[in-house]
């Protein structure tokens, strides 16, 4: 059972805190093993501690640090700390020992769940990483970084509908409104609303310069307008496909090739061309 910490530890350990805060990383740590002197079994001070060689890139004595401390207690916030190294240094096999020892004593642990889930999804492990991801939003439904993975994983699933609702929980605080569009004009180009799919797709081009001159044109761009101006579909696609092949293409020819596509039905042509029209 563990002891309370001295009241003199603790006011240093406060003071190391404050120090750190102040990026005074030096006196923070000097201040940091005062407290520890003063009780071992400080495992705070040693998270603290490892955290700040985690921050200055001193991997190994961060390491080094987290292990002591857990060889005091096997703290879930310590073992995803050690975690983290791990999964910075793409190790990820060890990072998910310790991922998941975190959540063994800590299961609706949010920080720990969506680590597991970038682990999984680094080893191309995704239904288990899906799970994960979605106990990060069980937990917070707005998660933000956990909603772009869902909507990734959903979408490579050809999952939709599903992609949708993800980004429908974050579109007011996505800080990549490129990302958020795209998927929603994607999506919908496969579910078969094409007018949706133009729309999404304008906004996210448009919040690019370089795509702004085409808001017109693909707005322009329904069902019967195209028919009009091309006649001949299958004609004109494999005309444009062998102009590009001639020569490097504009942005306006990707974008006009990738909406001949969409009304052929080939999905996955029509967003290979719009992604790589990307700066």
Request: aromatic share 14%; charged share 30%.
């Amino acid at each position: 059972m563990r002891t309370a910490v001295p009241r003199e530890a603790v006011d240093i350990y406060n003071n190391a805190l404050a120090l750190s805060t102040r990026g005074d990383y030096s006196k923070a740590l000097s201040e940091y093993s005062k407290a520890i002197e003063l009780y071992p079994r400080f495992i705070e001070a040693y998270n603290n501690i490892g955290e700040i060689y985690s921050r200055i890139g001193d991997r190994e004595h961060a390491i080094s640090t987290y292990m002591r401390a857990l060889s005091i207690e096997r703290n879930h916030k310590i073992l995803l700390n050690i975690g983290v190294e791990y999964y910075n240094r793409h190790d990820y096999q060890q990072a998910l020992k310790y991922f998941r020892e975190s959540l063994a004593s800590e299961p609706g642990f949010l920080e720990g769940n969506f680590y597991l889930g970038m682990t999984l999804f680094n080893l191309k492990e995704l239904r288990l990483a899906e799970g994960a991801f979605a106990r990060v939003v069980s937990i917070d439904r707005r998660h933000l970084k956990a909603n772009y993975m869902l909507s990734y994983i959903y979408y490579e699933w050809k999952e939709y509908a599903k992609t949708i609702e993800c980004l429908d929980r974050i579109r007011d605080i996505a800080d990549d409104r490129q990302f958020v569009n795209k998927y929603y004009g994607f999506c919908h180009f496969h579910m078969g609303n094409f007018d949706k799919a133009i729309e999404y797709l304008t906004v996210a081009l448009e919040s690019n310069p370089r795509y702004a001159r085409f808001r017109n044109y693909l707005r322009e761009l329904t069902y019967e307008n195209k028919l009009k101006e091309i006649g001949d579909l299958d004609g004109r696609v494999r005309e444009m496909e062998a102009k590009l092949l001639r020569s490097t293409p504009s942005i306006r020819e990707l974008s006009h090739l990738s909406m001949l596509y969409i009304f052929k039905g080939e999905y996955k042509k029509a967003e290979n061309l719009l992604l790589s029209a990307r700066p």
